[in-house]
């Protein structure tokens, strides 16, 4: 994949708005805070690209970056902000699950998870969600810098269970060292092409 051509495209904030679906599409999706926008900085090889720890509360639309002539990078808004009225939540949702589900040139969503956290409800329904409409995802779990090899793979295995994801599908990551960035490189690889 040939990162030097990297472009932000375009926010949507309703379904009109999406661009003629030209190109394969990567989706990013996670929770507010869980290190998104520094995983995607990362992969792209460029610092600030995507702005990291944004405030959150703002309507925020799905972020469209073109990456060469290849694929559209989509980085759709943080979830499980408590503090984004429940309106507001409602309306993200109904614009992201409408996007996930109809986009004929979505090939994957990479959903990002904090490798120090317990599972999630909001990770275990968006992993669930995905299953169940047939989309394919490649779960990351990110900032494993921030924990010694034995924790790492203990926390690994309990995320695996909670969200019934195969030791073999995910991807442990980390924006500090770059660690995983070959390996989620490698599994994009496989989806777009
Ligand atoms: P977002 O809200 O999901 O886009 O999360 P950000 O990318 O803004 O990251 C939230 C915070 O976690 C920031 O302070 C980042 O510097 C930090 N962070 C993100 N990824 C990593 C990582 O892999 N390792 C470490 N040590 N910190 C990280």
Known sequence: MDFSKVKFL????????????????????????????????????RKGLVKVSARPGKTQGLNYFQVGEQFYLVDLPGYGFAKVPKAMQNDWQGLISTYLQNRSTLKCVVVIVDIRHEPKSQDTQLFDWLRVNNIPFIPV????????????????TRLDKGHSIHPSQRILFSAKSGQGRDDLIAALASFVW
Do not use: C, W
């Open 10 to 45: 375009l926010s949507v904030h309703s379904i009109k708005q999406l661009p003629a679906a030209e190109l394969p599409e990567v989706a990013f999706a996670g929770r507010s805070n869980v290190g998104k926008s520094s995983l995607i900085n990362k992969l792209l090889g």
């Open 141 to 156: 779990y990110t900032k494993i810098d921030k924990l010694s090899g034995n924790e790492r793979m203990k926390n690994a």
